[in-house]
Nanobody
Framework: VQLQASGGGLVQAGGSLRLSCAASGRSVRTISNNAMGWFRQAPGKEREFVASISWRGTYISYADSVKGRLTISRDNAKNTVYLNMSGLETEDTAVYYC?????????????????WGQGTQVTVSS
C-alpha cells in the first residue's frame, strides 16, 4: 500500500490549505476498512497526532491544538483522506504525514498505524 500526501505549501497566517492523501497499490483493499490519521512533525520536535477518522467517518478525533481549525474527512470510493486547514498559525508549520491505522477506529498513537505517506510540507508565515 502506498500513501501519497499532497497539498502542502507556503501560506500566510490566517490562511487555508487542503491536504489530500491517496491510497494506492495492490493491497489497497487491506486498508479500505481502516481508520486514517494525520500526524505532523516540526523541526526538532517529535511527531504528533493531528486528527483521525474511522473508516465510516463515525469516529473523529482531533488534537486540542487544532480543534475548530482543521477538519478531517475521507472519500472511501476514492481511497482518499483529506485535511482541511483554516485559520493557520505559525505553530502549524511542520511536515504533515497521513497514515493508515491498524484498525477501523483509529488512534492518537503513531504505533497504531501500519502505513505512512512520505509527508507534505506546510509552512505558515507571520
Amino acid at each position: 500500500v502506498q500513501l501519497q500526501a499532497s497539498g502542502g505549501g507556503l501560506v500566510q497566517a490566517g490562511g487555508s490549505l487542503r491536504l489530500s492523501c491517496a491510497a494506492s497499490g495492490r493491497s489497497v483493499r487491506t486498508i479500505s476498512n481502516n481508520a486514517m490519521g494525520w500526524f505532523r512533525q516540526a523541526p526538532g520536535k517529535e511527531r504528533e497526532f493531528v486528527a483521525s477518522i474511522s473508516w465510516r467517518g463515525t469516529y473523529i478525533s482531533y488534537a486540542d491544538s487544532v480543534k475548530g481549525r482543521l477538519t478531517i474527512s475521507r472519500d472511501n470510493a476514492k481511497n482518499t483522506v483529506y485535511l482541511n486547514m483554516s485559520g493557520l498559525e505559525t505553530e502549524d508549520t511542520a511536515v504533515y504525514y497521513c497514515a493508515a491505522a491498524r484498525d477501523s477506529v483509529g488512534s492518537t498513537d503513531p504505533s497504531g498505524y501500519d502505513y505512512w505517506g512520505q509527508g507534505t510540507q506546510v509552512t505558515v508565515s507571520s
